[in-house]
């Protein structure tokens, strides 16, 4: 989470370690732009729309939601994600007109997206060696959460 | 189990929330060719003639013959599955006039032209009059075929009449009303999903199932009631595991500005981590929001008494199988879950929803249906309308 040039938090998934299957990365890294803004002493509604998010992998649909809840600036993701994508693949919540849903935000995608699938294909490989290998066709695969 | 005993209640309906293919009004029709079948002798024969001239793998559902006023029809072909390209063209070079081969098809032409005139002079729009010709066109090219087709394979005009244009269902019932509806136009097979049929019935639960349901949800309404009290919307989600009826969590809308994606569904999923020695969130200083300790697994419960969040105490021992700690639970909801919500019930792979009232940008009916998405992995039923009036008061308050 970026805040006006400035690395706010990295945050990476903790679906296993709470047993909560919402704990995604975009999820765990709000929450501490959530905290950060406590300590600083600044309203979260003044820092969300002049923060990015950079995530390796398209959010969820869950997650697409809450960033737009979070009144997010934009977000700039690596691949898609072919499953569960929030931010085009499955359903485009970040742009659909859902006036109680927070605020629209731009979505930029494709960046290192290579190197966002070569990440998940290793580590399902390690997970499981009976799965799947995603294929790599424009940088969009994925399986399993985000 | 102190959940609450309120007797009175408005009478109210579970409605499901189906997904589209499920609606009354799904049947899609396409034109077709059928012809009357005036030799019944010749019946099989031209049944499977038909079959290798006009084969339909698409339409399976469809009956070949039905049984009309007395006489057979033989089902000919679904008109967009000719390959009419060329067929098209050289009508056009005909134009019209040039064709003389055939009675029937002279015949046909003639009505389809008054009827084009009707039509012409009540629209007189000119796209309108393009498209009329061009699906008479369509339609004749394709009777040309036809006809250029069956006489080629020896059919005679004493055992197959003039075909006529039918209209047919494009894909298989799925429900006896959509069954119905196709059935008019032309025969399909249909194979009755009678747990289908039961949740399109009026009354889906019976009196103890319902009897349950209501309880539970006035346990959501009170703890909505008491997030409220807390300074917090009013909107509260119970979870239930159906196969003991216990109720594993309570949960309440827990957002302040520093908490802001805390909705009720999102605290519920975590008490239900909490349950089992883990979570994420420390909203649980609230009264209202409770869980049940020492869940073992979704199939066997070692202790059965809730608690509140307080007391807990951390056990980090890390399993490293996904959590979908929901799995065959019950949630219910006094109001429609936003599509954050329904999309983390489908992560925490939750059983059933019920809820009271629809809510705007819903994700399990209005907005989306998260719970029938053809592209995800899980799906669950949902049922609105519980409590409906109880809910919508807990709604009013609000604004
Ligand atoms: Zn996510
Ligand atoms: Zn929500």
Known sequence: MVYKDTVVCRGSNEVNVTKNATRHAELVAADEVLSWCQKQSLAPDSVFP??????????????????RFLRIKAVVYGCRNERFGGCGSVL???SDN????????????????????????????GQNPHA?????????????QT | KRCCTTTT???????????????????????????????????SRLVKLMASLFPLPKYRHLKRVRRKDGGLDILLCVISELQLAGWVGELKEEKWDGIKEHEQFREWKAKERKRAEDDGVEEGNDDKEDKVTEEQDVKAAALKLIVNKLSQSGVSTSELGPPSPVHIAETAPRTRHQFEEASLHWPTSFHEDQKLEKILSD??????????????????????????RCGFEPSGAVMVDPASDTVIAVAHDCRTSQTSLLHASMVAVDLVAKSHGAGAYSCTKYPACKFLTSVTSNFGLQASHLTSALAITEDKSENLSAPYLCTGYDLYLTREPCVMCAMALVHSRIGRVFYGVPSADGA????????????????????????????????????
């Open chain 1, 50 to 67: 002049h923060t990015t998010l950079y995530v390796t992998v398209e959010p969820c649909i869950m997650c697409t939601a809450a960033l």
């Open chain 1, 92 to 94: 485009s919540v970040h």
């Open chain 1, 98 to 125: 859902l006036p109680n849903t927070g605020k629209s935000y731009q979505c930029i995608s494709g960046h290192r997206a290579q190197e966002a699938v070569d990440m998940l294909k290793s580590f399902y490989r």
């Open chain 1, 132 to 144: 799947p290998i995603p294929k790599a066709k424009k940088g969009a695969q994925l399986e399993g």
């Open chain 2, 9 to 43: 209640t408005i009478p109210w309906h579970a409605i499901p929330v189906l997904a589209d293919e499920f609606s009354n009004s799904a049947t899609r029709l396409l034109e077709a060719y059928a012809a009357p079948i005036l030799n019944q002798g010749a019946t």
């Open chain 2, 203 to 228: 009354e889906p639960f019976n009196p103890t199932e319902k009897a349950d349901v209501e309880k539970h949800m006035l346990c959501a309404i009170e703890a909505a009631r008491q997030g409220q």
């Open chain 2, 364 to 399: 399990l009916g209005s907005a989306y249906k998260i719970h029938v998405h053809g592209s995800l992995n899980h799906r669950f039923d949902v049922y609105r309308g519980i409590l409906e009036a109880e809910c919508q008061q807990l709604a009013a308050i609000e604004t």
